[in-house]
């Protein structure tokens, strides 16, 4: 069974970074997706970015795009999303989520795990 664990949410200023880490475990194929998603505070959840494990290719939302990278470890058991020049509406729950593909809007299809998400918070 896959099993996704998030963290490195906090609390951060505006036009501060951070960066989110995704363990993963129990992964069995070879050609799996791991992405972020996020649900801000009265919001549907959104797809932010994914990444393929057979190339690493990745893929962004338009609205993270050139603020946001994810990556990977070679060993594949880590997801990063780094968060760069970070405004007040990325306050969100952010989740990692594992599955089959990536869209070019950095959705992943075919969900087979999300993760407990973490908290990041934009203020001050």
């Known amino acids: 069974q896959i099993e996704l664990v998030e963290s490195g949410g906090g609390l951060v200023q505006p036009g501060g970074s951070l960066r989110l880490s995704c363990v993963v475990s129990g992964v069995t194929s070879d050609d799996h997706v791991i992405g972020w998603s996020r649900q801000a505070p009265r919001k549907e959840r959104e797809a932010v970015s994914c990444i393929s494990s057979t190339d690493s290719s990745t893929n962004y939302a338009e609205s993270v795009k050139g603020r946001f990278t994810i990556s990977r470890t070679n060993s594949k058991n880590t997801v990063y999303l780094q968060m760069d020049s970070l405004k007040f509406e990325v306050t969100a729950v952010y989740y990692c989520?594992?599955?089959?593909?990536?869209?070019?809007?950095?959705?992943?299809?075919?969900?087979?795990?999300w993760g407990q998400g973490t908290l990041v918070t934009v203020s001050g």
């Open positions: 989520v594992a599955g089959r593909t990536c869209s070019p809007q950095g959705i992943v299809g075919h969900v087979e795990r």
